[in-house]
Every structure is written in C-alpha cells, then in structure tokens.
C-alpha cells in the first residue's frame, strides 16, 4: 500500500517510542510536586525538549542505518524511510538537523531554572542523539546503546526534569530515574531481540548480539522488577501506598519478559513493541499520580 508523505513522516518519527519521552518528564515533575516544588513552565519546556531529541533521535536513526546499510528491505520491524526509499538520505539528514537544532534552542529556556550547567548537558544531549548512531564510535553499533537509553531517558531526564523545578536532588530521585530508565530500555531491548540477525551482518554489536536473546529476555525482566522495587521502596519512604498502582503495568511486562521467547515475525514483535511502549506511558502515568496523591 502506497503511503502518504504524512504516513511516511509519521512512521519516522516512530510513535511507540514516544513514551521513552514522555514518561521520565511526568515522573521528575510528579516527584517535584510531591517535594513541594512543581513549576508548570519549567514542566513545560522539559517535556517539548525530550520529545523533539528523541524524535531527532529516531530520524537520526533511519538515515544512519539507511546509508549504512543496517537496515534493508527485508527487515521484520516497521518500515524505514531512507532504506525503502521513501525519503532522501540529504532529506532525511536536513529534517533531522533541523528538529536536534530546534529541540537545543527549546532547552536553553531551562537554563534560568537551573543554571549554565543545563547548557552541557543539551549539548550532550544533541551529540549523543547523532552519535547513538552515527559518528567515529556509535553507541549503538557497540554495546552502549542500553547505557545511552539508562542514562538519558532515565537518570538524567528525571533527574534534569525534578532539578530546574525544586534546585536540589535526591537519593529518591536517583532511584527513581534508574527505575524509569531501565524500563524504557526495555523499548531497545525488544528491538535488538527482532534485529539480531540483521545486526550480525551488519556487524552491529547490539548488546543482543554480544550477550544472545537469553541474557536479552533476563534483562527485560530484570528491568521491570527492578523498577517494580524502586517504586517499592519509594511508597514505604514516604511517597505513599499510591505509588503501588505503578505494579499494574509492570505485571504486564513480567508477563512480556516470560513471552518474548516465543515471538516470531513481524507481527508478533510488533505488539510487543507496542505493548512494551504502553507499559512505560502506563507506569509513568499510575507512578506520576500515585506521587500526586501521596503528595
């Protein structure tokens, strides 16, 4: 079926993966407000920040790995647009500069809530959005791609998000950002699962492909119980019993975890792409309201 230049755009931007944006802002903010510190405009631009680097993200992703070579017409997963030639390579590059240098402009708004630190850290943010791909050494060509997704979509978007909103951080907020970051990997995870025998050939070191599928399924599982303890420990030092609503999605995902083994093809990764993006808006949602009512 022919797409539309709207279809095709919308598939770049890979809408599953969004939570991965979305959730650690809701979970710093959730946190500020139950410490007493929530600002709905420092809320505000951290949230469009994260969206647009990880839409300037996945763009950056489709047209590395389209001119690489990494992704082909016969992948399983959903449709790429520079390796099915639906976009230009200088398109699709331009298009991505373009959303990193808007996504930078928007994170300066967060340096009076702060401090010039923040500028480090939207630089860093930026590059590594480029070089998680691409680059002399890309993270996700060498086994650092879980690392980049623990620490930026966990520790540090948390982290960031609670700061600009209170000026301080906390051993809970520590916590709580390793939790939300290991459960978002679980996104990469799955992924790196469907992928494994493209990455072979195409000699990208996933750590699915340094560790096998078996390590890949313990880790999924590992993440969500993991998180599942954070959220724990947080309700019995003072956050609330609400907090527990943030066990209904991490069941799901128990339950994924014990599946994974038995997905095959398209349609079957397909829905535990899915599946594995609702736990992570679910869990960012029942945990940021459990921390709104305990608060």
Known sequence: ????????????????????????????????YADGGFHWGAATICL????????????????????????????IGPVRAVANGLVTPECMKRV??????????????LIPFGGWWLLGVGIASVLCSWLYTGGPYP????????LFVVLFFGLIAVGCTYYVQTGTLSLPVV????????????LLIVNNYRDLEEDLV??????????????????????????????????????????????LPLCVSIRQGVQLSQRQGAVDFLLALK?????????????????????
């Open 1 to 32: 079926m022919k797409m539309s230049q709207r279809q095709i755009w919308m598939e770049a931007m890979r809408p599953k993966t969004l939570p991965a944006a979305v959730t650690p802002v809701l979970l710093g903010t959730g946190m500020a």
């Open 48 to 75: 469009l920040f994260a969206l647009l680097i990880q839409i300037g993200t996945n763009f950056a992703n489709d047209y590395l790995d389209g001119v690489k070579g990494t992704d082909t017409e016969k992948r």
């Open 96 to 109: 991505t500069l373009v959303t990193l240098g808007i996504a930078f402009c928007i994170g300066l708004g």
């Open 139 to 146: 993270l996700a060509y060498n086994g650092l791609g879980d």
């Open 175 to 186: 916590l709580l950002g390793f939790g939300s970051g290991l459960l978002v990997n679980n």
């Open 202 to 247: 195409a000699n990208k070191r996933t750590s699915v492909v340094l560790l096998g599928r078996q390590w890949a399924q313990g880790q999924y599982l590992a993440s969500a119980l993991i998180a599942g303890g954070v959220i724990t420990y947080l309700s019995l030092h003072g956050y609330g019993f609400w907090l527990l609503l943030g066990w």
């Open 275 to 295: 599946l594995s993006g609702i736990v992570v808006a679910a869990f960012g949602f029942l945990v940021t309201l459990g921390l709104v009512l305990g608060g």
